[in-house]
């Protein structure tokens, strides 16, 4: 079994910051890509940011800037810095990995970090 725990959403003003945390663990063989997305209530899930096993990093139009995606490979940890956070960052974040489980291959999320935005 494989699991994806995320941490660190919250509440902050907005221009504020957060960093977002996700740990993978279980029978990982390896990981091919990771990644964050987003949704809000009543709207499509939205790609945050993503990084692939050679470090090629992808950034939604929303992230670009402001957000910096990062990993230690070694522990398997994925985060996402988040600055000048805006109102319409509020949303639950959702950590996923590409990866190989034993001879699978497949697609695995965490269970979503809310972030808000607000004053």
């Known amino acids: 079994q494989v699991q994806l725990v995320e941490s660190g959403g919250g509440l902050v003003q907005p221009g504020g910051s957060l960093r977002l945390s996700c740990v993978a663990s279980?029978?990982?063989?390896?990981?091919?890509?990771m990644g964050w997305y987003r949704r809000v209530s009543g709207k499509q899930r939205e790609l945050v940011a993503s990084i692939t096993r050679y470090g090629t990093i992808n950034y939604g139009d929303s992230a670009r800037g402001r957000f910096t995606i990062s990993r230690d490979i070694s522990k398997a940890i994925l985060y996402l810095q988040m600055n000048s956070l805006e109102p319409d960052d509020a949303a639950v974040y959702y950590c996923?990995?590409?990866?190989?489980?034993?001879?699978?291959?497949?697609?695995?999320w965490g269970q979503g970090t809310q972030v808000t935005v607000s004053s």
């Open positions: 279980g029978n990982i063989v390896s990981i091919n890509a």
């Open positions: 996923y990995a590409d990866l190989w489980s034993g001879a699978d291959r497949g697609n695995y």
